[in-house]
Antibody, heavy 119, light 107 residues
Framework: VQLLESGGGLVQPGGSLRLSCTAS????????MSWVRQAPGKGLEWVSG????????YYADSVKGRFTISRDNSNNTLFLQMDSLRADDTAIYYC?????????????WGQGTLVTVSS | DIQMTQSPSSLSASVGDRVTITCRAS??????LAWYQQKSGKVPKLLIY???TLQSGVPSRFSGSGSGTDFTLTISSLQPEDVATYYC?????????FGGGTKVEIK
């Protein structure tokens, strides 16, 4: 199993970024996926999850209405569209694979991509 | 939303000690509780799911117990490689909230 995130970087407050996670080594459409973030020196925060089919999505209250999770099962890729970014969205964003097709604990994690929101 | 509270926030113990970390949910979550280990500078690693089921490859000195609102992670004999921060996570429904973490150090 390999998960490779991309798309992080420096963005101004109010701006947008789109994160991608390319998956390999497993049947991507059979597993739920999540985004989890970790602010510098802080704990883990679950951000969003999507079931294997893509039909159901879930969000933390802190990002609801600003972030959109999606997936392309044909290309084994997970996305996180982040709009109206704020300074407190600054964090490492991890892509993580669930243990089944519904949103469950994550048994594989990518190395993460750093998002910095600053003027 | 359900809140997850871990205690203690940090602990220091000797090699070979039995270590117990507690996680409390603000409402019942049955056994939908996972534990993760995160070593410094590394990605989190799933240790336990369904409150007490050991993830494949995890040493047997790790164990989990509990149901409803109160859960524990136990390391039966602390080893130097267990230095890490440990997180609980509930997953009965969204949001899949993490606890604040417990930092484990060697005395």
């Amino acid at each position: 199993v390999q998960l490779l995130e991309s798309g992080g970087g420096l963005v101004q407050p109010g701006g947008s970024l789109r994160l991608s996670c390319t998956a390999s080594g497993f049947s991507f459409s059979n597993y739920a996926m999540s985004w989890v973030r970790q602010a510098p020196g802080k704990g883990l925060e679950w951000v969003s999850g999507i079931v294997g089919s893509g039909d159901d999505t879930y969000y933390a209250d802190s990002v609801k209405g600003r972030f959109t999770i999606s997936r392309d099962n044909s290309n084994n890729t997970l996305f996180l569209q982040m709009d109206s970014l704020r300074a407190d969205d600054t964090a490492i964003y991890y892509c993580a694979k669930g243990r089944s097709s519904v949103v469950t604990p994550n048994n594989y994690w990518g190395q993460g991509t750093l998002v910095t929101v600053s003027s | 939303d359900i809140q997850m509270t871990q205690s203690p926030s940090s602990l220091s113990a000797s090699v070979g000690d039995r270590v117990t970390i507690t996680c409390r949910a603000s409402q019942g979550i049955s056994n939908y509780l996972a534990w993760y280990q995160q070593k410094s500078g590394k990605v989190p690693k799933l240790l336990i799911y369904a409150a007490s089921t050991l993830q494949s490859g995890v040493p047997s000195r790790f164990s989990g117990s509990g149901s409803g609102t109160d859960f524990t992670l136990t390391i039966s004999s602390l080893q130097p490689e267990d230095v890490a921060t440990y997180y609980c996570q509930k997953y009965n429904n969204a949001p899949l909230t993490f606890g604040g973490g417990t930092k484990v150090e060697i005395k």
